[in-house]
């Protein structure tokens, strides 16, 4: 079974279930399916199918879910675009995937292409084409079945190109619900760019017959009202949306309809979670997901009491903690994470390489520091090429970074190092400030820091910054 034929299944189970509550309102499995076969049957009118590559961009909603599932039943390997990014970036993609065609609801400037048009939705709406200047032929032929394109977020470099097959998106999604158990009856609402996470999450929904709900923006109050209004029992955010909920100051609760909130993307300061419980009563569980392997490690039972950890193995997924001779670690000691488990990735793109070249002795290296625990959770440290050696004390920047950001005027932080003649490295932290805070100083910051962290990682240097640099997917970049 492929992708599109889970959809289709999907559709005959639950016709009359909400599958997307957007600002268009609600739609039904059953209009849905009809709307992605409408839009499939023109995209295989215009010529698209056969393993080209096709571009699906757009905001949060139904065109994207439309745009994707239309374009993947068409045979083609679809790469979900985000709508905010800039035309640099778009071309930088398409110099490294040759895609044939660009798929998006008007929400940003199309790309420039040899041929252009409208294709209309069923709802009277439409998507725009945009046919590129590339031959039409396979994007990948030498991945058997692929189905997705996706770059990594490249958070201190260049980013890679990641193949998806539809088994393994199917074998990923099947692993991550062992964990979540997301049924028909959930309705999960949604805050994260939807073009980075379709094919782990959104596509898990789709398959178990869930609600789709959308946000309408990714702010505190927003979330909090669209959570109360349609009963939310998901709620899948990244630690940013955790401090945002921490310091929204008007009291309202989340609904007690919500079983479960799962942060992902990057490291949850133990604090800031323990503070969120605390406003809230609800524990946030933290999630560990690459796109290379998918979601393998969850925090489901000790959210609560262990916020600080991202888990253990789900059934079927492996994992390891390596030295830098590649030998397993015993508990409590930090190296390197090692994954392995169904749904991993078929390879990369450009340069061209397949998972077998990439793997060490069957574990993908995530670059990731991790140690476990004495009852086998795992716990993240911080980044293998990020880590500071400030006179022989590992520092870890997210370590630092993270309470930074507990500091009531700090929006985000980025902590890097600088060359020291005593200590060799030391640490170098830049902070953008929120709104209203200009009498914040540095000394402040530091003050604040000295008092929850030992000397040697508190920063010898700090800069207020107007704006720290993004990634495309929201994380602080580091290169």
């Not at 879910?65 to 990014?85: D, F, Q, Y």
């Not at 959308?214 to 959570?227: E, K, N, W």
């Not at 670059?367 to 009852?375: K, Q, T």
Request: charged share 20%; aromatic share 6%.
């Amino acid at each position: 079974m492929n992708v599109y034929e889970t959809l289709s299944q999907a559709a005959r189970q639950w016709p009359n279930q909400t599958a997307i509550i957007d600002a268009a309102g609600p739609l039904d499995y059953q209009s849905l399916w009809r709307e992605i076969e409408a839009l499939r049957a023109q995209l295989e009118r215009l010529g698209m199918g056969g393993g080209q590559g096709v571009g699906v961009r757009g905001r949060n909603g139904r065109a994207l879910v439309i745009g994707c599932l239309a374009a993947l039943g068409c045979g083609a390997v679809v790469m979900p675009i985000h709508h905010l990014l800039k035309p640099d970036e778009i071309s930088e993609m398409l110099a490294r995937a040759p895609l044939c065609a660009i798929l998006d609801d008007g929400s940003a400037t199309p790309p420039a292409g040899e041929m252009a048009c409208d294709l209309k939705l069923q709802d009277g709406t439409s998507m725009r084409f945009t046919r590129l200047a590339v031959p039409p032929a396979p994007l990948a032929p030498w991945v058997e079945g692929a189905a997705f394109l996706r770059f990594t977020s490249g958070t201190t470099g260049a980013s890679k190109g990641v193949i998806l097959t539809h088994q393994s998106v199917l074998e990923r999604t099947h692993g991550a619900n062992q964990g979540l158990g997301l049924t028909s009856r959930d309705k999960v609402l949604w805050v994260l760019p939807m073009s980075y996470h379709f094919f782990a999450s959104i596509l898990l929904y789709l398959e178990v017959g869930a609600t789709i709900v959308v946000s309408p923006d990714y702010l505190a109050g927003s979330i909090l009202d669209a959570a109360q209004l349609h009963e939310a029992t998901f709620l899948y955010v990244t630690p940013m949306h955790v401090r945002m909920l921490k310091a929204e100051i008007s009291g309202r609760a989340l609904p007690p309809s919500l079983r479960r909130i799962m942060s992902v993307s990057s490291r949850l300061h133990p604090q800031i979670a323990r503070d969120f419980q605390a406003r809230y009563q609800v524990p946030v569980a933290q999630g560990y997901g690459i796109i290379e392997v998918g979601v393998p490690l969850m925090n489901l039972d000790d959210a609560a009491e262990h916020p600080e950890a991202v888990g253990r193995p789900l059934p079927g997924y492996d994992a390891v903690i390596l030295d830098e001779q590649m030998k397993p670690l015993a508990t409590g000691q930090t190296g390197q994470l090692g994954l392995r488990g169904p749904g991993m990735f078929a390879g990369y793109l450009n340069p061209k390489k397949r998972r077998e070249e990439i793997l060490h002795d069957g574990w993908f290296l995530t670059g990731d520091l991790a140690h476990r625990d004495d009852a086998g959770r795992i716990v993240i440290d911080g980044r293998l090429k990020t880590v500071i050696d400030v006179a022989g004390h590992k520092v870890f920047p997210e370590e630092v970074a993270g309470v930074l950001d507990q500091h009531p005027a700090v929006l985000r932080s980025r902590v890097t190092s600088r060359p020291h003649p005593q200590l060799g490295e030391a640490i170098h932290a830049e902070v953008q400030l929120r709104g209203g805070s200009p009498s914040t100083t540095t000394e402040d910051i530091l003050a604040f820091c000295r008092r929850r962290l030992s000397s040697q990682k508190v920063p010898t240097s700090l800069d207020l910054v107007a704006e720290i640099p993004l990634t495309s997917s929201g994380k602080v970049r580091h290169g």
